[in-house]
């Protein structure tokens, strides 16, 4: 069937391929445009070598992956750069850009995050601010229950990624300006400027505080358990004693064990 043909059909959804078809050479067939996209684009998706059914297999499999993502996006949102992007434009936590350019930022945050690493907030700002015609442009930002990130994807390409684990972090202080609220992290190696647009500063300042709190009272209620394994070891110990003086019967002593370790 030759190029020009208005009968030539996409052999993967049977439709019409339409005069912008490509030619998948392998199988003597045609891909229609959509179906091109559902698989990569013409960036990944080389079809002077690969066959129409192998074509298939790799839009199956990016279907797979959106039907997963888009599960995750709805119950862990924040592990997920549309997720996070949304959470700053829902909350007023910094503008700047449009959706696109904000997901591609969070993006770079989202490819970072450790294994159980969990992102608490997000939030946009003008990274290494000095004033409003110096700075580093925006950057994304995350706070997680281990560190802050600080991302920004580059418009031709590249990426800058910093991050600061919160044991590091000395303070974090805010001044308000005039048309800019400046948010100071101070580490133990450098110190960071934030630039925040004068609608969010307050806003952002506040949850960043908020958070944090919650995070130094989580890890000092985590610390208990070792004082309370220490009890429970010296309950054991007088009832040991009880046992070896008679006072209890073994079989007493083996319900009280469990009792105080739980089981």
Known sequence: MGFFSLKAVCGICGNEAGLN???????????????????????????????????????DGNEQQQAQRADKLEKNPLQLAEGMYNYCKQNGYGSGWNEKWGVKHFQVIEKSLMDKEEVLMTFIGLHNYESPTK?????????TNKRIIMAQKNMIAGENLQTV??????????????????????????????????????????????????????????????????????????????????TISPEEFEAKKKQLLGL
């Open 21 to 59: 078809r490509y030619k998948v050479a392998r199988s003597d067939a045609w891909i229609c445009p959509a179906c091109l996209k559902k698989a990569g684009g013409m960036m990944k998706v080389n079809v002077t070598k690969l066959t129409i059914e192998e074509i298939k297999e790799l839009i």
């Open 135 to 143: 700075h580093d442009n925006y950057f994304a930002y995350a706070i």
């Open 165 to 246: 684990y919160l044991d590091n972090i000395n303070d974090i202080t805010f001044k308000s300006g005039v048309l800019f609220g400046v948010m100071t992290i101070d580490t133990i190696k450098e110190t960071f400027n934030v630039g925040l647009n004068k609608e969010s500063a307050q806003k952002i300042n506040a949850k960043v505080h908020e958070v944090l709190d919650q995070l130094r009272n989580a890890n000092s209620q985590s610390s208990q358990p070792v004082q309370a394994g220490i009890s429970v070891a010296d309950e054991i110990k007088k009832f040991k004693e009880l046992l070896d003086a008679g």
